[in-house]
């Protein structure tokens, strides 16, 4: 079982930036590959980026590739999404997400579980 807690959603101007947090407990942290998703109202949850277990390969969708950076910190069971350069479009509420099976997955499906969501409103 993972517990999955996210963090730092809210309101920034178009242009701005915010960095989400998501902090696990449980499962060991190293044995997860994480992710981000984020659904938009009446809208499906998109893939954003994700981030293997150990070695830190990354994969980002096209819409934030070189905006968004995702990262992690095993020694905190932690993983962060850093975003730049936000757009109204970026609107959503952001959700982590953990796979016990190794390698990244982009379908929301394959993760095992998820946090609560934290939103993020992006004004123009």
């Known amino acids: 079982q993972v517990l999955l807690v996210e963090s730092g959603g809210g309101l920034v101007q178009a242009g701005g930036s915010l960095r989400l947090s998501c902090t696990a407990s449980g499962r060991t942290f190293r044995s997860v590959a994480m992710a981000w998703f984020r659904q938009a109202p009446g809208k499906e949850r998109d893939f954003v980026a994700a981030?293997?277990?150990?070695?830190?390969?990354?994969s980002y969708a096209d819409s934030v590739k070189g905006r968004f950076t995702i990262t992690r910190d095993n020694a905190k069971n932690a993983v962060y999404l850093q975003m730049n350069s936000l757009k109204p479009e970026d609107t959503a509420v952001y959700y982590c997400a953990a796979k016990t099976i190794p390698g990244m997955a982009t379908n929301p499906g394959r993760y095992d579980y998820w946090g609560q969501g934290t939103q993020v409103t992006v004004s123009s």
């Open positions: 981030i293997t277990r150990s070695v830190g390969s990354t």
